[in-house]
């Protein structure tokens, strides 16, 4: 049975993309209009996906870890601890520049500020589960590469 609190952050979550995909027209940002946006927000998915498949039973859509999982730190995992979130905040911010959609940018700005403070819970439980988790969180970003 699932925390409480992992049930209400992933119901935030899950609202916040559904309410990404309506139609409201609050104010345009028709200056930042470009193809290039669109190529970002397919390469976004192909990061969530090619996540979603290297995690495979380990997978779960809950910040708790799963009883008897392994941690991931290959592939995707490498270069960002939290690729699934990474890969949909790259679609949702491309497809805000590119559709010039101000509704869509703020919705992104909100699923932002809720994958930080998820991953911040969802890196306190994967410590408490996997003794490597600090040294792979030290060489490794948490959406973005460290440079």
């Known amino acids: ?12 979550q899950f609202f ?3 309410v990404y995909f309506l139609n409201v027209e609050w104010f345009s940002l028709n200056f ?28 779960s859509p809950f910040p708790t870890p799963k009883a008897n999982s392994k941690l991931i730190t290959n592939g995707v995992f490498k270069i960002s601890r939290h690729p699934i979130y990474t890969g949909i905040l790259i679609f949702m911010f ?5 559709l010039g959609d101000g509704y869509k940018l703020s919705v992104s700005l909100a699923i932002l500020a809720l994958f930080y403070y998820k991953t911040r819970y ?3 439980l994967l410590e408490n589960t996997f003794e490597d988790y600090k040294f792979y969180k030290s060489k490794t970003g948490r959406f973005f590469p460290k440079f």
């Open 122 to 124: 969802e890196e306190s």
């Open 94 to 98: 491309s497809f805000s520049f590119w």
């Open 32 to 59: 930042m209009e470009h193809f290039i946006w669109f190529y970002l927000g397919v390469l976004g998915v192909a990061i969530s996906g090619i996540a979603l498949l290297q995690l495979n039973v380990n997978l």
């Open 16 to 18: 916040l993309m559904l």
């Open 1 to 12: 049975m699932p925390k409480l609190k992992d049930v209400v952050l992933v119901s935030i």
